[in-house]
């Protein structure tokens, strides 16, 4: 069962409707998922010791992208999902640390199926959005947003960006942002 007083991520499973949750302590992280009225642990293996501050399932279900904090610097870090059956609780593969220049990592979402958004730093400057390939080859900044806080994306769809001015920003490929509506924490459905 859940002990932590911090859970720090949450992601919904568009295939199964299975609702992953990370629940975080000082001596590490859980991962859980919600079925069915029941919470059912994920085996995590390693990535227990660590400090995971965002989870992230796949569209295709077959993939986890998480964040994981070591004092003031995150790492990205992909595993393949385990599976016995359909009705059984997957596990964590062999995690994945994917290799990028940047410093903290904000905001994660799967943006395509082998892309991922982020919202992160580099050497300490404000967060912006970045677009990241699963193997680290491609780390591309998103267009310019000095007052970015959080971040949204769905395949097929437009990177949403909640700012700090209390607007939700919209981009999609070759067009700068673009102020869409007020708010601060843009979703997609799922």
Do not use: F
């Not at 062999?94 to 994660?108: K, M, S």
């Not at 960006?161 to 459905?189: F, I, K, M």
Request: proline share 5%.
């Amino acid at each position: 069962m859940p002990r932590g007083r911090n859970r720090t991520s949450s992601s919904r499973e568009p295939r199964s409707r299975d609702l992953w949750l990370v629940d975080t302590t000082s001596k590490g992280s859980s991962v859980w998922i919600y079925r069915d009225h029941k919470l059912l642990a994920v085996g995590i293996g390693a990535l227990g010791t660590q400090h995971i501050t965002a989870l992230r399932v796949s569209a295709d279900g077959a993939r986890v992208a998480l964040t994981v904090r070591t004092g003031t610097t995150s790492s990205l870090v992909i595993a393949r999902l385990q599976r016995t059956g359909s009705k059984a609780v997957p596990a964590l593969g062999a995690p994945l640390t994917i290799r990028v220049d940047l410093d903290r990592i904000d905001g994660l979402a799967w943006s395509a199926n082998a892309t991922l958004a982020l919202l992160a730093s580099r050497g300490g400057a404000p967060l912006q959005p970045y677009q990241v390939t699963t193997d680290g080859a491609a780390v591309d900044n998103v267009g310019s947003s000095p007052n970015a806080r959080s971040l949204a994306a769905e395949l097929g769809q437009p990177l949403l960006l909640g700012g700090t001015d209390g607007r939700v920003y919209s981009y999609e490929q070759g067009v700068r942002w673009q102020d869409l509506a007020a708010g601060e924490n843009p979703c997609y459905p799922g």
